[in-house]
T-cell receptor, first 114, second 112 residues
Framework: NAGVMQNPRHLVRRRGQEARLRCSPM?????VYWYRQLPEEGLKFMVY????????ESGMPKERFSAEFPKEGPSILRIQQVVRGDSAAYFC????????????FGPGTRLTVT | RKEVEQDPGPFNVPEGATVAFNCTYS??????FFWYRQDCRKEPKLLMS???SGNEDGRFTAQLNRASQYISLLIRDSKLSDSATYLC?????????????FGKGTHLIIQP
């Protein structure tokens, strides 16, 4: 049973470009969470999604950031017009339907904005 | 006051010793508590859940004190492979629905 998969593992973007981060949850998991970890900081919750629904995006910056989890395919975290402050590790986690606190993390995408 | 606070360390401990860390949380409505482990530049991995009555998993013991709002992790007979950052995690209403609130972690170094 493959774990949570994220790609790319490393992403370099210039300021002003768009970044797209993908996450495929574990088989049988229907809940996806995105977290951001800035250097020397703890993980911060960004958004919680189920298939075709955003359940809670209270941790997501109001501008430039969006997330989706379509009926088919991976969850996507999209950052438009990236700035240097967006450089961070972005982790995706998934959980089974009835155990939302049992979250399994993917290996993360390290975004570097130059 | 930070939502979840941990001593960042590092804790330098000789192999075979016992080490303990605490974590405090600010939201008295928190209901679920966990310890995660994160190796350098890797993803966090669930180490153990923390139950009200305390629980043990091999060399690891977790305790919860709701009255004082702190959680502890005890590692006995420490191994070199225990070197990692240990993250205290709570679910905090308002911390993002079913998202989790992470402490910044305690860095543990086991020395041979």
């Amino acid at each position: 049973n493959a774990g949570v998969m994220q790609n790319p593992r490393h992403l370099v973007r210039r300021r002003g470009q768009e970044a797209r981060l993908r996450c495929s949850p574990m088989k049988g998991h229907s809940h996806v969470y995105w977290y951001r970890q800035l250097p020397e900081e703890g993980l911060k919750f960004m958004v919680y999604l189920q298939k075709e629904n955003i359940i809670d995006e209270s941790g997501m910056p109001k501008e430039r950031f969006s997330a989706e989890f379509p009926k088919e395919g991976p969850s996507i975290l999209r950052i438009q017009q990236v700035v240097r402050g967006d450089s961070a590790a972005y982790f995706c986690a998934s959980s089974p339907p009835l155990e939302v606190y049992e979250q399994y993390f993917g290996p993360g995408t390290r975004l570097t904005v130059t | 006051r930070k939502e979840v606070e941990q001593d960042p360390g590092p804790f330098n401990v000789p192999e075979g010793a016992t080490v303990a860390f605490n974590c405090t949380y600010s939201n008295s409505a928190s209901q679920s508590f966990f310890w995660y482990r994160q190796d350098c530049r890797k993803e966090p991995k669930l180490l153990m859940s923390v139950y009200s009555s305390g629980n043990e998993d091999g060399r690891f013991t977790a305790q919860l004190n709701r009255a004082s709002q702190y959680i502890s992790l005890l590692i006995r007979d420490s191994k070199l492979s225990d070197s990692a950052t240990y993250l205290c995690v709570v679910n905090a209403p308002g911390g993002g629905a079913d998202g989790l609130t992470f402490g910044k972690g305690t860095h543990l170094i086991i020395q041979p």
